[in-house]
């Protein structure tokens, strides 16, 4: 049924707010999941460390140009209220397809590619050739990135969650299918397959939801209030979108910064590889808290109370605070995790699992953080998220100046403990710009 905006906003959330809560966060855990996946087959290529590095290189250039990919998804559920808003927000979104996929073109120009690879990368030999033949193939993928997470986004905003699950599973089974294709016919060989694979996992993702959400939008738009004093302008939407779009950019110096500090400090080997598998165990298992910003704005746009919102997302976080805890504190279980299921041994084992009891204090930041900073969306107040970022950022690098400089922590302090110290500060610094805007919602 359409959605009908008159509703009590005082109505039962539980159950509405979990429906869109698990599609949201699994949808942004599947991809890394999939990269694991890809890697694990081309490990059993004929040059496996070519294959896997070229691949690894490749995607990551890829979706740094879909960068604007990462704030479509919050910009349709600000945006999306009628016919006529959603018709100026295609045209927005037409705007990123057309500019990130001209950008894919010109990055594998040979000149251009040529010095990504031997400049900023220093790749080289058959790496080079796996990277440079990858990236032909993912040209695609910054566009149907951006396109896909506009459809999700209009999918979660008309209260449809159902068809995010069957988008997620459609993509998901299509890049596990070609890729084993792919591996088993030898069709093309090393980076390729993966690249492939993720190509076409992604158009059938994206167009199972074109074409499943085309009814359920138009029954939307027919219920939906045809005037309203929301600006649905396209210079609207870019000064909402690009102070989004610059703060997406900020966060990608945390790793180049934390790797140089681990770097300078003790045990700088093991550090860097007990503090990378202590995130990503604490990102699987925290996977709930990463949908709370998508899902408090589609809630939000479902003129929901914003108090009861704001106690359903630190719902979120206490209950991953409590799943968390237990692994991280009680030491069977974390061997378990840690040595037993991700293989760490001795001095990795004791590091990574130390990581991940510093880690373990985050759920809770992390549903506030997003809470606020959807608060600052729905408003469409953006600007300040540039200083929340920025702060983050300063914050950063202080600590890791003062332990390289002036302490001798290991490197897992140095990594582990910024990781801890810079997400609770943007809890902070988010509780503190957004906390007047959450009133405002409503």
Not at 92 to 112: R, Y
Not at 128 to 149: R, T
Not at 229 to 257: E, K, V, Y
Request: hydrophobic share 55%; charged share 10%.
């Amino acid at each position: 049924m359409p959605e009908n905006t008159d509703l009590d906003p005082n109505r039962p959330i539980v159950r509405h707010a979990i429906s869109l809560l698990l599609p949201t966060a699994a949808n942004m855990t599947v991809v890394p999941i999939l990269s694991l996946l890809l890697s694990g087959i081309l490990t059993r290529t004929e040059h496996p460390d070519e294959a896997v590095g070229g691949f690894s290189v490749a995607l990551g250039i890829s979706m740094f140009v879909g960068l604007p990919q990462l704030r479509i998804q919050q910009l349709t559920l600000v945006y999306f209220e009628n016919s006529e808003s959603l018709r100026q927000l295609r045209k927005f979104v037409g705007f990123w397809v057309v500019l990130v996929t001209a950008i894919a073109l010109v990055v594998v120009i040979p000149p251009v590619s040529e010095f990504l690879f031997t400049t900023v990368f220093s790749v080289s030999g058959l790496l080079k050739q796996n990277a440079s033949e990858a990236l032909i193939w993912l040209i695609p993928l910054p566009a149907l990135l951006v396109l896909k997470m506009h459809y999700y986004g209009a999918v979660l905003r008309i209260s449809r969650p159902r068809l995010a699950w069957i988008g997620t599973a459609a993509g998901a089974a299509t890049v596990v299918i070609a890729a084993f294709g792919l591996f088993a016919t030898e069709i093309v060989v090393g980076a390729s397959i993966a690249a492939i694979a993720m190509i076409a996992g992604t158009l059938v993702e994206t167009a199972t939801l074109a074409v499943l959400s085309t009814k359920p939008v138009k029954l939307f738009n027919q219920s939906a209030p045809t005037n309203n004093n929301s600006d649905h302008s396209i210079r609207s939407m870019a000064w909402f979108f690009w102070p989004l779009l610059f703060a997406a950019m900020l966060p990608a110096g945390t790793q180049p910064i934390l790797n140089a500090g681990m770097a300078r400090s003790p045990e700088p080997e093991v550090s860097i590889a007990a503090v990378a598998l202590a995130f990503y165990v604490f990102q699987l298992i925290a996977v709930a808290t990463n949908g709370t910003q998508n899902t408090s704005l589609a809630l939000f746009a479902s003129q929901y109370n914003p108090l009861r919102v704001r106690r359903f997302a630190l719902s979120v976080g206490i209950l991953t605070f409590a799943v968390v805890a237990m692994i991280a504190y009680i030491p069977p279980i974390t061997q378990f995790v840690i040595g037993d299921i991700m293989g760490a041994e001795g001095r990795l084992n004791e590091l990574a699992s130390n990581g991940f009891r510093l880690l373990a204090i985050l759920p809770i930041a992390l549903v506030i953080e997003q809470l606020y900073t959807a608060a600052l969306m729905r408003t469409r107040t953006t600007r300040p998220i540039i200083y929340i970022n920025s702060l983050r950022l300063i914050t950063l690098a202080c600590w890791v100046v003062v332990t390289v400089n002036f302490t001798n922590l290991n490197g897992l302090w140095v990594g582990a403990g910024a990781w801890t110290l810079t997400l609770f500060s943007e809890a902070i610094y988010a509780y503190i710009f957004g906390r007047n805007h959450l009133a405002k919602v409503a």
